[in-house]
């Protein structure tokens, strides 16, 4: 299945196919020199069946985690380029999730002002939705995500072969990202959870999930505006994410958190607990709701009298964004997470 | 006087006006958050004037020159402006010469994804050339501009008053790049020059030059083709630049050298001489021909047998871009500029 990103001179395709993985010499030119970065969870197998479609792939290898998107590791694949004689006509290609991804496209952003960038995402989470959109990034001192670019890939091909080796919690993990997508713009995907036989309908997971997101990127690539709406449960899912501790609660865990006190609907709320629990996804948390307003308060950088922009939900496919005073965030903390 | 560059939603103005320094908050918002970003050449006097019309200015002083072009002081501006918690509305602005404009524009590209970006270029070299355009970057073990990003400044203020505390060669340094204008562009401009009152017509030297920039910058800002003519002595300046020690010889003055060879016409190439003297530009200079070629088809990323494309003037105003075999070059060096 394609899809076509229409971004004008950015556009790109998004291949969405299995066994695509040992195909992406067909649908990109890889005969030059290719930066592979992947992590030490990704399969050698996988590393093996692209390095056999380099001209001259060059393959780094990052510790797993998070702890990845660092000024260190930016520096690293930058200078590993700069060795190996990379050139403005050479290529990144990112072989992972969303931590490889996040940084492998910011080191293709910044080298030499620029470079093509491919991304193969491996995991439910990168292929539902971070690996497409041109969002990169590193984390600065625990602050997630503070220094990046908009770049987006020349080519995003998704094999949902990989997720085969998915340990169960984070191919869980990523579906919250679907589950959002469903829940701002795509009901029948909603149901399709509801219906409850994810490993056979995943590839209709992904490709909905896509739509959404690159219906809403094409509107507004540089999230003026629009693009908020795909930050739907991330604003408290961030500040759960951070005072839990970066990697004790997934990514997709926390997003899945971060959306039942923004979902207005009662029944809807049960109906999103009631998918959660299926998945195993987490449906409740114990928490300081103080801490956690304190961290929205710094992380925005704003006083205790400032407004804070959120997205709410009506109902499934229906979500708006709100501005309102910071202070009200403390009522909507205390409504639907414990 | 007020340029505008017209790059659509990137556009901006570029105010040249002696005074200007003490009035960028009347042009654009300095009530916010401002990293001001100098180094330890810039009068404090000039960092006063700028802090005094910010509403919550943050000064940082980095050391003079080249080395500051570092991954290094990158991240302790991108680490400033978290502690001080910078958000998405805030800016960064820049107070120097190129160095300084390099990185800073670098930070504000990448600072949560891109920030408003200032530039007040204080050096001939920048004022006539580096401050617009768009083009940052950082060096990466010594290679040359390697990391960066194309970002537009939304203002330029450049206050000729700036230039009276310049120390000679400095002053003289900036000018290459306004003959380089000159020579490819406009050949009044270069008449200028030989008329030899510099210090008298400096204004319209720094806005003649500025004009050829923005002319060829809105026609082509990512570089894909006709902005290569603005490289017009660079590709031999920056290897003299290299092999002589970064630092050793100023960028113009490499540049300078690097038009020697690319000029075809004898006399053109004797005015060119005799202005240089006058400015107190090297005209000539020893060197080692095969380890210039060398740089250069490394730094190039080439083997023998590649093709480089340069950029020669038949005349003055007539420049043209040609493909030629690297071996040719050999050639070319050993011509202009014993």
Request: proline share 4%; charged share 25%; aromatic share 6%.
């Amino acid at each position: 299945m394609k899809l076509t990103m229409r971004l004008g001179v950015r556009s790109y395709d998004i291949i969405l196919k299995r066994g695509v993985l040992s195909r992406v010499g067909q649908l990109t030119n890889l005969s030059r020199r290719v930066l592979v970065v992947s992590d030490e969870g990704v399969p050698q197998a996988y590393r093996d069946a692209i390095l056999a479609q380099c001209g001259q792939g060059v393959s780094v290898v990052l510790p797993q985690g998070e702890g990845s998107k660092s000024i260190a590791c930016f520096e690293r694949l930058l200078n590993t380029m700069l060795e190996h004689d990379f050139t403005r006509e050479d290529a990144v290609l990112a072989l992972g999730g969303g931590v490889v991804g996040d940084l492998a496209g910011f080191a293709a952003a910044c080298y030499m002002r620029g470079i093509a960038f491919i991304n193969c995402p491996t995991t439910t989470l990168s292929q539902i939705d971070s690996s497409i959109g041109g969002k990169t990034a590193i984390n600065l001192e625990g602050a997630k995500n503070t220094v990046g670019a908009f770049h987006q890939p020349c080519l995003v091909a998704i094999d949902p072969d990989t997720l085969d080796t998915l340990p169960p919690r984070h191919f869980a993990n990523g579906l919250a990202e679907a589950i959002k997508a469903g829940v701002i713009a795509d009901p029948d995907l909603f149901e399709l959870f509801e219906k409850g036989d994810i490993k056979a309908d995943i590839e209709e997971i992904i490709c909905r999930s896509l739509v959404v997101k690159k219906n809403v990127v094409e509107k507004d690539e540089r999230e003026n505006n629009l693009r908020a709406m795909l930050n739907f449960g991330h604003t408290l899912g961030h500040a759960i994410e951070s005072i839990s501790g970066l990697g004790k609660l997934y990514h997709g865990e926390c997003v899945a958190l971060g959306m039942l006190p923004m979902t207005e609907s009662p029944s809807v709320r049960r109906r999103l607990r009631t998918v959660y629990k299926m998945l195993g996804l987490p449906a409740r948390i114990r928490y300081d709701g103080e801490a956690l307003y304190e961290f929205i308060r710094h992380d925005k950088k704003m006083g205790a009298g400032g407004a804070i922009t959120v997205v709410k939900a009506a109902k499934l496919g229906e979500v708006r964004l709100e501005k309102i005073p910071l202070e009200d965030l403390k009522t909507i903390i205390g409504e639907g997470i414990r």
